[in-house]
């Protein structure tokens, strides 16, 4: 997982502050603040246990979405935006995102304005889930979604605006091309920068963590100059920075009979569409999926859905400076304050954030702990109603997986 590059002056303080961090977090909307509690207390119970006494999270809230609509009339205040930019790590709840109206996506402009652009998702079956697969053990993937480029760029424009108006008429008579007259306009940009940029991170993590295989997943088929390109660039930057580790599935076929030779990240690509049906039909020969923004944003959920519950994963929004973790559930309003929600996708996040500040250890126990009380049946409605067990509460679940801590 990619870490931040900034030096800091004072090696004393540099480690004073490695071993008692000063982390952000944000509670979120609908099921947010009883999630958040849940990770909070679990991470600080993996802590306690790894390192006793000797490292410890000093966690600073920070007000998102409706709650700080509701107190300072702005979903992403200013005096927010500064706590984010002057730390570098931020825990999230979930955060409600309007549907064809309303504020933009502040996950989406969280990502923006911190230059957050490898979305990293390990997508993994724990035993005791309830999954469609025969052999849902054959699951375990990561995702790099590149963040901060394609659609989710936001420039569009509705079909009745003066944008849209004077964009079909440039297009019409510059290019000779028709658009309806009725048709909403946006704009697809996938650059080469951003397109290197999250090569490096994808195959950077396949070798710190010996997996492998990165594919490149695109519509390269159809959008040439887009995700085409995304294809294009990110096998050069695979042979011109990594050719020591790598090699392309067509030189495996010419060169080696079909065989990776040993100690080789093997590079290929799939058409996004077959990318589906491949992880569902062979998920075993998939590692790590390297995508755009928008395929990265819908392999993830279906991935997810092949362990057999999305509420069970974290995820990971890294940059060169900071770092964003957050589940990848909605926010569930209708269970909100019910004692019922999964909090389980937000306690991995954590585990995830421990990892990539170098706390290894917490980040084990803590994942050990949940993979323990999935397995034991010891889970929240959600889950419980598939594996037909008892169902735990939101904090007698929590409970159980801090009981569990350390005895894996």
């Keep these: 997982m990619p870490r931040s590059r900034t030096p800091d002056a004072d090696p004393k303080a540099k480690k004073a502050a490695d ?7 944000a509670k979120g909307d609908g099921v947010g603040p009883e999630i958040m509690a ?5 991470i600080d119970a993996a802590v306690r246990y790894a390192y006793s006494g000797k490292r410890e999270i000093s966690w600073k809230e920070i007000v998102i979405g409706k709650e700080a609509s509701k107190k300072l009339g702005d979903p ?22 309007p549907v064809g109206t309303g504020h933009r996506s502040l996950n989406v402009e ?8 490898a979305n990293i998702r390990p997508v993994k079956y724990f035993e005791g889930l309830k999954s469609p697969l025969s052999n849902p053990k054959a699951v375990d993937m990561v995702i790099f979604r590149e963040n901060t480029d394609d659609i989710y760029t936001g420039i569009e424009w509705g079909y009745d605006s003066e944008n849209a ?5 440039f297009v019409s008579e510059r290019y000779h091309i028709y658009l309806e007259t009725d048709a909403g306009i946006g704009i697809k940009q996938i650059s080469r920068s951003k397109t290197e940029r999250i090569t490096r991170a994808a195959i950077e993590y396949a070798i710190k963590n010996k997996r492998r295989s990165v594919t490149i997943m695109h519509k390269g088929n ?26 392309t599935e067509a030189e495996v076929v010419q060169r080696y009979n079909g065989n990776v030779p040993k100690g080789k990240i093997l590079i290929n690509d799939r058409i996004a569409d077959n990318m589906f049906q491949q992880i569902i039909t062979r998920p075993g020969d998939y590692d790590i999926i390297l995508a755009p923004n928008l395929n990265g944003d819908y392999i993830s959920d279906a991935a997810g859905a092949l362990v057999g519950d999305i ?20 926010t569930a309003q209708k269970y909100a304050g019910k004692n019922v929600a999964n909090p389980t996708g937000i306690i991995i996040s954590g585990a995830m954030m421990l990892e990539y500040m170098g706390w290894e250890e917490a980040a084990e126990v ?37 009981k569990r801590i350390g005895k894996g």
């Design 222 to 247: 159809i959008m040439k100059f887009t995700e085409g390109a995304f294809r294009e660039w990110a096998y050069e930057t695979a042979i011109r920075e990594y050719r020591g580790s790598i090699v």
């Design 38 to 42: 849940s990770a909070i207390s679990a």
């Design 311 to 330: 509420g069970v994963l974290g995820s990971a929004d890294i940059g060169e400076r900071s770092g964003m973790f957050e589940a990848v559930h909605g």
């Design 76 to 97: 992403l205040p200013e005096k927010t935006v500064g706590l984010i930019r002057s730390h570098k790590l931020l825990l999230k709840g979930p955060l409600e995102t």
């Design 110 to 117: 969280l990502r923006m304005l911190l230059d957050l652009y």
């Design 19 to 25: 071993n008692y961090p000063a982390i952000l977090y």
């Design 165 to 169: 108006r004077a964009l079909r008429s």
């Design 366 to 402: 803590l994942r050990k702990a949940v993979e323990s009380a999935i397995k034991d049946g010891k889970v929240t409605d959600d889950l419980a109603r598939y594996a037909k067990v008892k169902a735990l509460g939101t904090k007698e679940y929590t409970a159980e997986i801090i």
